[in-house]
């Protein structure tokens, strides 16, 4: 009988040696994943230069001998935590950016209390960013304010822009970051508005729960945990493998809940009145249209994006205002894009390159 | 070297990516349709309601109990945040006089690096 095409008998007990030395491995790291806690996340060091319920704003120890002129206000979404962009020495965003030469701050969020489930979007973007950033200013002594916006960050960085287009914003980084809210295609069925009473759920729960929002992420993509799981247990043997699983996975299950009120109005404005898009988007009575913003902005979306699909986040640079804009499409998923081993050698370089020399 | 096409792990992984991309696939059609979302808030809005009802229902057996009810805590959660933001207010006002007058701010606090970092590009290449 002949062998099959590309078949080398030659490495099969070579190949079975290896399969059984990998099945002890994992019995062995399999005991020590359950009794260890995995690495520590968010360990670039920081001083809370202010916190206020649901809001806290860090300063992080400059790395440099030298800083750019301008401060960096990283504005995390409301719906995850802002470690993702700070995992571990080596992938950490935040790390990166301080050796570089920039001062970094960044906006991050916790829990909204129970008693806080009546903050408005106007809480948001009228009160909780420009809050940080004049706080920034303060800390820094500069007047001018870089922002970097991930996700429904990037959306709140867009409509405190667009409201407070005399600045002090100068420069601003949004990283995939949806307008078109009907092209977010399973996230507009979940929420239709004749069978999705918003009224009814906020005004029964209060916040809406962490799980829920949870649910909705992983129902995109509803085989992916199960097929991540069995990824584990075939690679537990790898140190690296297990230690890039535990970081994200405990990222992603870290899911914040969502003020009642700030849920409310972007379900009606955003997701069944896609306002933004259409130009009619107001905070507390104020017109945030995408054209008011006229400063240098970059605009990082993933080729690979199921939450915030290309065609939610693809009009964003034809609507800005201004005249220095770039829209940059790198390989990677939503996650992917900004942190983990891609993104050192992606978004990180070309976001340095953008924002060095227009922050002098 | 093991050809991949006819490595068995190789294969097994493949296959499982194939199943992943299937059923991810076959699961966003079934919930695109607007059957799903009907069915899908019908659940949610019962959901809710029970919480709701629970919620209510603790808070009657936690007055039953002589336990602090849900608002006495928060209210004293309240007067702990603004306690809090006061304590942060003076904290910073503090930070800011030391800064304008040159007093170090505290023992480890190292002297802010200067702000005259220039790109690359205008260093000739350095980073």
Redesign the interface.
């Known amino acids: 009988m002949n062998a099959p095409a590309g078949l080398d008998f030659a490495s099969i007990p070579e190949r079975i040696q290896s399969e059984v030395q990998r099945a002890i491995q994992r019995s062995i790291k399999g005991v020590e994943y359950f009794s260890t806690s995995g690495p520590t996340l968010g360990s670039t060091p920081k001083d809370v230069l202010h916190s206020r319920g649901t809001m806290s704003l860090y300063h992080y120890r400059p790395m440099s001998d030298e800083i750019y002129r301008v401060p960096v206000l990283i504005v995390m979404a409301t719906t995850n935590r802002g470690y993702i962009l700070d995992l571990v020495p080596g992938q950490s965003f935040i790390e990166f950016l301080l050796k570089r030469g920039y001062d970094v701050y960044m906006l991050d969020w916790s829990a909204p209390r129970p008693e806080e489930k009546s903050l408005r979007m106007e809480d948001y973007v009228l009160d909780f960013i420009p809050d940080c950033v004049r706080r920034v200013q303060a800390d820094s002594g500069e007047q001018d304010v870089s922002v970097i916006g991930y996700c429904f960050g990037g959306v709140l960085s867009l409509l405190y822009g667009s409201i407070h287009k005399d600045g002090p914003m100068k420069n601003l980084i949004c990283f995939t970051t949806p307008i078109d809210f009907r092209e977010m295609k399973l996230f507009s069925n979940f929420s239709d508005r004749r069978y999705f009473d918003v009224d009814h759920l906020v005004d029964s729960v209060g916040n809406v729960p962490p799980e829920m929002i949870l649910s909705s992420f992983e129902m995109l993509r509803p085989a992916s945990r199960t097929v991540s799981q069995i990824q584990l247990w075939e690679n537990i043997w790898n140190d690296e493998f297990v230690k890039s699983y535990r970081m994200f996975d405990r990222w992603a299950t870290d899911t914040l809940p969502l003020a009642g009120e700030y849920f409310r109005t972007i379900t009606k404005d955003l997701m069944w009145d896609n306002k933004l898009f259409n130009d009619t988007m107001s905070v507390g009575g104020r017109a945030a249209k995408l054209e008011n913003i006229t400063v240098p902005i970059l605009h990082a979306v993933a080729e690979h994006d199921h939450i915030v699909p290309y065609d939610a986040a693809k009009h964003l640079i034809a609507k800005i205002g201004s005249a220095d804009k770039e829209e940059v499409m790198l390989k990677g998923g939503h996650v992917s894009l900004v942190a983990g081993a891609n993104a050192v050698k992606r978004l990180w370089p070309k976001l340095d390159s953008w924002l060095g020399k227009r922050s002098t | 070297?093991?050809?991949k096409?006819?490595?068995p792990?190789a294969m097994w992984?493949k296959m499982?990516?194939e199943?992943?991309k299937g059923?991810?696939s076959f699961?966003?059609q079934a919930?695109?349709?607007?059957e799903?979302?009907?069915a899908?808030?019908?659940a949610?809005?019962v959901a809710?309601?029970a919480?709701?009802q629970l919620g209510e229902l603790m808070e009657k057996y936690l007055v039953a109990m002589h336990l602090p009810s849900?608002e006495q805590v928060?209210a004293l959660?309240?007067r702990l945040?603004s306690i809090?933001?006061q304590v942060?207010e003076m904290k910073?006002m503090l930070s800011?006089i030391a800064a304008s007058s040159g007093i170090p701010q505290s023992l480890d606090a190292?002297p802010?690096?200067?702000?005259?970092?220039?790109?690359?590009?205008?260093n000739g290449g350095q980073?």
């Open positions: 070297m093991t050809d096409t006819n490595d792990v992984q499982m990516g199943m992943e059923f991810n699961a966003n919930m695109s349709s607007p799903f979302s009907q899908l808030n019908r949610g809005g809710a309601g919480q709701k849900r928060t959660a309240e945040q809090e933001a942060s910073s800011q190292a802010r690096p200067p702000r005259t970092k220039r790109p690359p590009s205008e980073t």
